[in-house]
């Protein structure tokens, strides 16, 4: 895989054009994906390593992108320690047994590899079927933004009972941090051995941290997460919303890419990082929902931003929405194939 444009982009090397993958790629934009889902619960999906493997592939065979991406949730680790999960069309994750004190901690197991085979399974069939024509990306939550989802019983638009506990029982914060950083290094570790060839982070709600909270209760654990991984020749992704914001911290953590948020010059970005760290982004999701000369042309305008950049992957600020029109999102992936440097 050393040879892949994505590999090569991810290591900071000369690439004729920017790769191409798109967070949740394989999702609900998809007819295909909906065929499937409709016969089974999410869970269920993630679980049985066939079903996971055909949703993976959905993207390489209908988009055509540079990297295929497990499909999973950064939840099944907490669904591991304990986590009573559940996913509700419309409503999203709600685990039914909520972090609220000390014993609720304690009952959380960390000696959970086993629980996650499914995961290093579903690698070793997807990896078969990819046959090695394009890198195959395993990721994982970020120890606070797993954190966020057990202590609010699900998703959350202000993040309060999280910052409450935060900010009145930092102790078990940390004490709570430490047992996902561990599950997380050893999941990670455990999809490497399985055949990922790039893994990524996900800290999704880091934004709803001040830069202080972020430092303490966020990056500390990436840092420590990253610096634990059997990591030669797999590069690591650092992704967070607020990367905008938190690259420079980010940086300290020693990964491979910084995917960054739509917030953000990604060229001023790229150029304020240590030389070797490559960039990922950062197209806003929302302009594909508009006219197709509309999506070139911002592609392209950020292709001539980034022109001259070694060390940079095409991809949005996040995740595909389930309402983009599937022909936007493979025109953007065909603009992005069609171009060279």
């Not at 991810?10 to 004729?16: G, L, N, Y």
């Not at 790629?25 to 007819?31: L, S, V, Y």
């Not at 999973?72 to 709600?94: H, N, Y």
């Not at 202080?212 to 634990?228: K, L, M, P, R, T």
């Amino acid at each position: 895989m050393k040879d892949s444009l994505f590999i090569r982009a991810a290591f900071s090397q000369p690439t004729e054009r920017p790769p191409v993958w798109m967070m949740r790629q394989a999702g609900r934009f998809m007819k295909e994906y909906w065929d499937i889902k409709n016969k089974y619960s999410f869970l269920e999906m993630c679980k049985t390593p066939e079903i996971a493997a055909d949703v993976t592939m959905l993207p390489v065979d209908l988009l055509g992108i540079d990297a295929a991406i497990l499909f999973s949730d950064i939840l099944v680790t907490a669904e591991a320690m304990g986590g009573e999960l559940s996913f509700t069309q419309g409503v999203g994750p709600k685990f039914a047994n909520p972090v609220r004190n000390e014993s609720d901690i304690d009952a959380l197991q960390t000696d959970v590899a086993y629980k996650l085979q499914y995961v290093a399974d579903a690698i070793q069939v997807i990896q078969q079927r990819l046959n090695g024509a394009i890198p195959l990306i395993g990721f994982a939550g970020a120890p606070f933004t797993v954190l966020s989802y057990l202590i609010e019983g699900g998703s959350s638009k202000d993040f309060k009972l999280t910052k409450l506990f935060l900010n009145n029982q930092p102790e078990l914060a940390h004490k709570l941090l430490k047992k996902i950083a561990d599950v997380t290094v050893t999941y990670l570790n455990m999809q490497i051995k399985a055949g990922v060839n790039a893994l990524q982070l996900f800290d999704s709600w880091a934004l709803a941290l001040s830069w202080d909270d972020y430092s303490e209760f966020s990056h500390q654990y990436n840092v420590g997460i990253i610096a634990q991984l059997d990591r030669k020749d797999i590069p690591v992704i650092s992704f967070c919303k607020g990367s905008s914001v938190f690259a420079p911290l980010m940086a300290e953590a020693k990964p491979d890419v910084i995917s960054v948020d739509w917030n953000a010059d990604l060229k001023q970005i790229k150029n304020n990082l240590p030389k070797g760290i490559a960039v990922q982004g950062n197209l806003d999701p929302f302009i594909l929902y508009a006219d197709k000369a509309v999506i070139k042309k911002k592609i392209l305008h950020l292709f001539e931003r980034m022109r001259g950049e070694e060390g940079f992957i095409f991809n949005l600020g996040h995740g595909i929405m389930p309402d983009i029109p599937f022909d936007n999102v493979k025109y953007a992936i065909d603009v992005v194939k069609e171009f060279r440097y």
